[in-house]
């Protein structure tokens, strides 16, 4: 995993964001251990509380299981989210996504194109 501190994102969101897309594609697999908090601030060269704030989201979101005294590990698929929590979850992305396309400008068919583009490279990299 790796942060790039010029990226518009905060530290948390960055690793928050990484660790997501590493469960996603299949990259952490379930039950997979992570690093431990000051493991990973040291590997990133970054304050093991933004780590902890970063990982304590994930565990929340159910991503991540805390197993006292072994670990952090991958959550099974099924204790990630509930059907309406998702749901909310999809409508804030949206709706997040969508403030930002109008900011930019950006026609809706092109920006319907990319994000098809965007998900279907995620798809490959999943099956990869």
């Known amino acids: 995993m790796s942060i790039a501190p010029g990226d518009g ?24 251990r992570l690093p431990s908090v000051r493991g990973l601030a040291e590997q990133l060269g970054i304050n093991p509380n933004t780590v902890a ?11 991540l299981l805390s197993q006292p005294g072994q670990g952090l590990f991958v959550a099974p698929q099924r204790q990630r989210l509930d059907p309406t929590e998702r749901q909310r979850r999809f409508d804030d992305a949206l709706e997040v996504f969508v403030s930002e396309i109008v900011g930019l400008q950006y026609p809706p068919r092109e920006a319907i194109r990319r994000l098809d583009d965007a998900l279907t490279a995620l798809d490959a990299r999943k099956r990869a």
């Open 9 to 32: 994102r905060p530290l948390v969101r960055q690793i928050v964001d990484a660790v997501r897309m590493q469960i996603t594609t299949g990259e952490l697999a379930t039950a997979a």
């Open 53 to 63: 704030k970063a990982y304590g989201q994930l565990t929340t979101e159910g991503w």
